[in-house]
């Protein structure tokens, strides 16, 4: 049974860089979408990006020139980096793992996350 | 970039009862493409049903999705006690970004 574990400093300082790692236990990180999704406090949730095991990446647009997901194959992990934080980038961080088929055109969801880690930005 | 308009924001409603979920999309989307999570105070989300109509593995058979074109639901056919909790719709798209509906809220009447 694949699972996912969020690790990284709970606390960042505004304008420092926000990093998380996701390591996957229990499968392999080849195949499937690797994402971040976060949820400000009382808010919904919002898509940052993904990265595809073989290294293909897409972000948000509204967060695409402070972010970058790379992935280590190797730990079996993937990793998150949001630079020049602020206070409105505070909020629970998810790592997911979703699938699409581009042979079917068919997305089968996010169906593997991670508990979630809070992070707050604040000095 | 294709916005999601979940309605109602809230849902009050009580258990036994029938909940009707609507997402609609800004745009026509293609059915494939939609997904919808329910989300527990404290817990992740956690993948309800994919593709507008599969349920996820494990998933119990009161919850269906239908819907096509712009226009999508999520149908509890009689609420359990777990069931109230927040639900958001999600599409894919080839180019970003993944899209979240801004959630309903099933709270107990």
């Known amino acids: 049974q694949v699972q996912l574990q969020e690790s990284g400093p709970r606390l960042v300082k505004p304008s420092e860089t926000l990093s998380l790692t996701c390591t996957v236990s229990g499968g392999s990180i080849s195949s499937y979408y690797w994402t971040w999704i976060r949820q400000p406090p009382g808010k919904g949730l919002e898509w940052i990006g993904y990265?595809?095991?073989?290294?293909?990446?897409n972000y948000n647009p509204s967060l695409k020139s402070r972010v970058t997901i790379s992935v280590d194959t190797s730990k079996n992990q993937f990793s998150l980096k949001l630079t020049s934080v602020t206070a409105a980038d505070t909020a629970v961080y998810y790592c997911?793992?979703?699938?699409?088929?581009?042979?079917?055109?068919?997305?089968?969801?996010?169906?593997?996350w991670g508990q979630g880690t809070t992070v707050t930005v604040s000095s | 970039e294709i916005v999601l308009t979940q309605s109602p924001g809230t849902l009050s409603l009580s258990p036994g009862e029938r909940a009707t979920l609507s997402c609609r999309a800004s745009?026509?989307?293609?059915?494939?493409?939609l997904a919808w999570y329910q989300q527990k105070p404290g817990q992740a989300p956690r993948l309800l049903i994919y593709g507008a109509s599969t349920r996820a593995t494990g998933i119990p058979d009161r919850f269906s999705g239908s819907g096509s074109g712009a226009d999508f639901t999520l149908t509890i056919s009689r609420l359990e006690p777990e069931d109230f909790a927040v639900y958001y719709c999600?599409?894919?798209?080839?180019?970003?970004?993944?899209?979240f509906g801004q959630g309903t809220r099933v709270e107990i009447k």
């Open positions: 999600q599409h894919y798209d080839s180019s970003p970004p993944w899209m």
């Open positions: 990265i595809y095991y073989s290294g293909s990446i």
């Open positions: 745009q026509s989307v293609s059915s494939n493409h």
């Open positions: 997911a793992r979703a699938w699409y088929s581009s042979n079917w055109n068919y997305y089968y969801g996010m169906d593997v």
